[in-house]
């Protein structure tokens, strides 16, 4: 099973793997992982960026880190976990809204 930090690679490697839909999204995201692989990472799709630490965002989204890793491995669907209060988004919820995108 992975972990935060995989996920958070890989959607690296999708936001510099496709500028243009980066460009389209052009927002900061927060993420608030909770959980023993806790930690705190910015998805900055502004600068094609994701970076471990804290940082200004227009969107915080909190989840636990085994509810993150089974949306990035499809396990669980993002708008369901959404719905069942799994994952907790503060912000442009618009902007959150894109996200799907790159997820």
């Given at each position: 099973m992975?972990?935060?930090?995989?996920?958070?690679?890989?959607?690296?490697e999708?936001l510099?793997?496709d500028?243009?839909?980066?460009?389209?999204i052009?927002?900061?995201?927060?993420?608030?992982?909770?959980?023993?692989n806790?930690?705190?990472?910015?998805?900055d799709?502004?600068?094609?960026?994701?970076?471990?630490?804290?940082?200004?965002?227009?969107?915080?989204?909190?989840?636990?880190?085994?509810?993150?890793?089974?949306?990035?491995a499809?396990?669980?669907?993002?708008?369901?976990?959404?719905m069942l209060?799994?994952?907790?988004?503060?912000?442009?919820?618009?902007?959150?809204?894109?996200?799907?995108?790159?997820?």
């Amino acid at each position: 099973m992975g972990t935060p930090k995989s996920v958070f690679a890989k959607i690296d490697e999708r936001l510099k793997a496709d500028p243009a839909k980066t460009k389209e999204i052009d927002g900061v995201f927060k993420f608030e992982v909770t959980g023993a692989n806790a930690g705190i990472w910015i998805v900055d799709c502004k600068n094609v960026a994701v970076t471990e630490g804290d940082g200004e965002a227009e969107v915080t989204i909190t989840v636990g880190d085994d509810d993150l890793v089974a949306i990035d491995a499809e396990e669980l669907d993002a708008m369901q976990a959404f719905m069942l209060g799994k994952v907790q988004v503060e912000g442009d919820m618009g902007l959150a809204m894109k996200l799907q995108q790159i997820l």
